[in-house]
T-cell receptor, first 117, second 117 residues
Framework: GAVVSQHPSWVICKSGTSVKIECRSLDFQATTMFWYRQFPKQSLMLMATSNEGSKATYEQGVEKDKFLINHASLTLSTLTVTSAHPEDSSFYIC?????????????FGAGTRLSVL | AQKITQTQPGMFVQEKEAVTLDCTYDTSDPSYGLFWYKQPSSGEMIFLIYQGSYDQQNATEGRYSLNFQKARKSANLVISASQLGDSAMYFCAMREGRGNQGGKLIFGQGTELSVKP
């Protein structure tokens, strides 16, 4: 399967600071990347869809100014949690897929555990 | 309305036995894809198996097989010869529309599988 790298794997930050999470597709070009949030013992909740070279599409209820997404190249998307607060503490995970393929499997990164103090 | 339903929050299976994890879905789109992912305690999401709505045969990948019953809108995952390393959370997911058009995944609530030695 394809490899998606996510960095950092965990981060602790102070309230009010910003945190950037990177998602890279290592062995394929990802025209579309997705960002999810997951609370303990719950399912994945899609936050936004990131398309290379265009603005991200955010799901209802997700604050665009809070969660900044940039998909600057075909192999890199970043999620920046701006002015983080304790309620932003969660597990964030990205996925990447290749379009033009019937299966269009989403391959996931290992996730980032964010703790805001 | 829930589009993906996993009715088993937790399941136990004896090592070396087979186990079936249930998944039902709801869509009016004739083109869709069904996926199963495994999430160990480390958090990464591991792709297991894919079934397209037009696929005539049930998908198989090693010890994993997907029991696809289109009329009943079910896509159960069967794991044969369970191993201790199969203990994890399992998510069923659906993508509406043709794969080569991209499309987000909708996840079920997950089933936590525990394999007993």
């Amino acid at each position: 399967g394809a490899v998606v790298s996510q960095h950092p794997s965990w981060v602790i930050c102070k309230s009010g600071t910003s945190v950037k999470i990177e998602c890279r597709s290592l062995d394929f070009q990802a025209t579309t990347m997705f960002w999810y949030r997951q609370f303990p013992k719950q399912s994945l909740m899609l936050m936004a869809t990131s398309n290379e070279g265009s603005k991200a599409t955010y799901e209802q209820g997700v604050e665009k100014d809070k969660f900044l997404i940039n998909h600057a190249s075909l192999t890199l998307s970043t999620l920046t949690v701006t002015s983080a607060h304790p309620e932003d503490s969660s597990f964030y995970i990205c996925s990447a897929s290749r379009q033009g393929i019937a299966k269009n499997i989403q391959y996931f990164g290992a996730g980032t555990r964010l703790s805001v103090l | 309305a829930q589009k993906i339903t996993q009715t088993q929050p937790g399941m136990f299976v004896q090592e070396k036995e087979a186990v079936t994890l249930d998944c039902t879905y709801d869509t009016s789109d004739p083109s869709y894809g069904l996926f199963w992912y495994k999430q160990p305690s480390s958090g990464e999401m591991i792709f297991l198996i894919y079934q397209g709505s037009y696929d005539q045969q049930n998908a198989t990948e090693g010890r994993y097989s997907l029991n696809f019953q289109k009329a009943r809108k079910s896509a159960n995952l069967v794991i044969s010869a369970s191993q201790l390393g199969d203990s994890a959370m399992y998510f069923c997911a659906m993508r509406e529309g043709r794969g080569n058009q991209g499309g987000k995944l909708i996840f079920g609530q997950g089933t936590e599988l525990s394999v007993k030695p």
